[in-house]
């Protein structure tokens, strides 16, 4: 009688909430939101985010679940979990983390000896409340094998500071408060966003975009609805001008002289005057 392996599990949730703020969260949401609409046109890139990757068959234990993610080379699809021996055994490139109390310790040991075990190729961190890290936003490149701090560029009198994913073609910003940067306190809070640094342009999440391009819609119709207002409003002036002309021929004004005066052509004067 053969005897059958037992089935082994691989749990989708640890039963803990997605994350332990509204700081967390809504960064968590902007980044995966945005980079998949920046991926969208690449079929073979996978954005997700605090989701199980299991990367060792029949070891349900070695999982990770960062808070962002990007893998290349895999199929774009909803997954309820990812399991490397399935997919090729690609695992994340791009890894960025959400730092909070309960992860800080996490985020800067021992994750960072995982992930570069793994070959993911960056680590980014960022805080949030400026509570857990210094700098707020770090990130790493992995060299040889050990991770390497990547350069950070700032122009503080914009209160901007910035690191290039060479991963991802894009630069993480961070934008400081202009009121903290006069004061000299550290801020509350920072603006972190991706951009695209050969356009210069600020990656937007699907909601983002959408908004956008409502306003347009609204700003493009208060245009052409002011343009034909003003053509109205010459139109008008203009038949008022032409009516006025037999006025003006009543109290013996030549038509140069009314022409002149309305700013009217000579032939269209002498045309009202023929009629």
């Given at each position: 009688m053969v005897q059958r392996l037992p089935l082994i599990e691989y749990p989708e949730s640890d039963?803990?909430?997605?994350?332990?703020?509204d700081p967390t969260r809504d960064y968590l949401v902007y980044a995966v939101s945005a980079l998949r609409l920046f991926f969208q046109g690449r079929r073979n890139v996978y954005v997700s985010g605090n989701l199980f990757i299991y990367y060792e068959e029949g070891?349900?234990?070695k999982c990770i679940s960062p808070d962002v993610f990007v893998i290349f080379g895999v199929s774009k699809r909803q997954r309820r979990?990812?399991?490397?021996?399935?997919e090729g055994d690609k695992l994340p490139s791009f890894v960025l983390e959400i730092t909070s109390r309960s992860t800080k310790k996490e985020d800067e040991s021992n994750k960072p000896k995982l992930y570069a075990s793994l070959g993911v190729q960056e680590y980014f961190q960022y805080d949030p409340t400026g509570d857990y890290l210094q700098p707020q936003l770090k990130g790493q490149r992995l060299v040889d094998g050990q991770y390497q701090p990547i350069a950070v560029q700032s122009s503080p009198e914009e209160g901007e500071y910035s690191l290039l994913s060479q991963t991802l073609g894009l630069e993480l910003r961070l934008k400081?408060?202009?009121a903290s940067i006069l004061s000299g306190l550290a801020p509350a809070s920072l603006d972190l966003r991706f951009y695209d640094p050969?356009?210069?342009?600020q990656l937007l999440t699907f909601e983002e975009t959408e908004e956008a391009r409502t306003q347009a819609e609204s700003l493009q119709q208060q245009a052409e609805q002011a343009k034909q207002q003003a053509e109205q409003a010459r139109e008008t002036e203009a038949l008022e001008r032409r009516a006025s002309i037999p006025r003006l021929l009543a109290i013996g004004l030549t038509p140069e002289q009314i022409a002149q005066a309305?700013?009217?052509?000579?032939?269209?004067?002498e045309s009202s005057t023929a009629e």
């Open positions: 039963g803990q909430p997605m994350t332990e703020s070891n349900p234990k979990s990812y399991k490397a021996w399935q400081v408060p202009q050969i356009s210069n342009t309305l700013n009217l052509p000579l032939e269209e004067v």
